[in-house]
């Protein structure tokens, strides 16, 4: 049976997602702040208006107009709603997937491009970035002019380098790219910087955007926004129903209060900045890069990171191990920015390791 399944499927390991146990986690990047009481009170009041005995509306429409609200589309600009950036990701390349055509981004960056490529039957071109992990201009464009790509993926900012990329440089690949270019805005509200108004602008622009780290990480819900003309197109290969109903609710709900997510992404924001101070004062022992997420990426000395990793998993504090992956990000750890006293754990620990 082995040999009906694709060659490139079985060359694959698997997304592996660390069951969660009793470890304060920051390797998600999940905001870490319930909803208030008595919100949490009212949308429990509100579910028995949920038909769980129906089929969710397809084209999720009250859903749709707040999101289009929320995220400042512009008038004229459609969405397209998957459960999570992932699906979005998969559905774009399944509309242009054909022989020989590629999919190219940076790198290092979200490992869902390279991944989603090889289950469509896509060759994916990644393009390294500068030490410091910012564009290579040079190089991106001649990849663009080699390769012609069917779609480009741009994370803004970067995971897992946490980086916003050079403005200019984007508007510059916008400008050379025949194929598709996705500014991916997962971390938007930590980033305070968009594409989205850009998108009458060029014509090949995609923007792409998700709740979940705005505190909605369960709900699994993420947009795609860009021409209607396009978006029409990658609704043909959106299966039915891919919202469920209690999704549709519970998003439309809180996004009428979405003042509320606003402001925890606030308290998130300003805790990234006292982390990275704190974090910039052992400079002699870890490297810290800037970040405009809701993480921050640092750089151990030789051979620290994975005992780092192992130490602050022995005092109930679980982070990302970058170091694995070789490359660029030998010898990092990606910390997710959490409450003040989860981040002190994580303060305390690291310092007592060195």
């Not at 512009?74 to 709603?81: D, F």
């Not at 994370?155 to 200019?168: C, V």
């Not at 369960?218 to 795609?224: A, D, N």
């Not at 997710?336 to 060195?354: C, K």
Request: charged share 20%; glycine share 6%.
């Amino acid at each position: 049976m082995k040999n009906w399944i694709r060659p490139e499927i079985q060359a694959l390991s698997a997304y592996h997602v660390p069951a969660p146990g009793a470890w304060i986690k920051l390797d998600a990047m999940e905001n870490p702040y319930p909803w208030p009481q008595d919100l949490q009170q009212q949308w429990l009041q509100s579910l028995p208006e949920v038909e769980l005995n129906r089929y969710p509306d397809p084209a999720a429409r009250e859903l749709s107009t707040v999101l289009q609200k929320v995220m400042d589309v512009p008038a004229g600009y459609e969405i397209v709603l998957g459960n999570g950036s992932d699906e979005l990701i998969q559905l774009l390349m399944m509309t242009v997937a054909e022989p020989g055509r590629t999919i190219l981004a940076p790198e290092p960056t979200f490992v869902m491009y390279e991944m989603i490529a090889k289950f469509v039957g896509m060759e994916f071109i990644g393009v390294p970035l500068d030490q410091n992990f910012e564009l290579d201009l040079g190089a991106m464009v001649t990849a663009i002019e080699q390769h012609q790509p069917a779609v480009i993926f741009l994370a803004y900012p970067n995971n897992p380098t946490g980086n916003l990329f050079d403005r200019a440089a984007i508007e510059k690949i916008l400008e050379v790219a025949e194929g598709f270019v996705v500014v991916d805005e997962a971390y938007h509200v930590f980033a305070e910087e968009s594409f989205m108004g850009e998108l009458p602008h060029y014509e090949n622009l995609l923007v792409m955007r998700t709740v979940s780290k705005m505190g909605l990480a369960g709900l699994r819900l993420g947009l795609m926004a860009g021409d209607p003309r396009w978006i029409g197109e990658i609704n043909k290969v959106r299966l039915p129903y891919n919202i469920n109903v209690l999704t549709q609710h519970a998003a439309t709900f809180i996004l009428h209060h979405a003042d509320v997510l606003e402001a925890q992404a606030a308290i998130l924001r300003a805790e990234r900045e006292q982390l990275l101070q704190a974090l910039n004062q052992l400079d002699s022992v870890v490297q810290v890069y800037p970040s405009r997420a809701n993480f921050i990426l640092i750089k151990m000395q030789s051979g620290e990171a994975d005992r780092l990793f192992e130490a602050l998993k022995q005092s109930g504090v679980l982070v990302k191990n970058l170091s694995p992956a070789g490359g660029a990000l030998r010898d990092c750890l990606r910390i997710t920015v959490s409450s003040p006293q989860e981040n002190r754990q994580f303060l305390d620990t690291l310092i007592a390791q060195q």
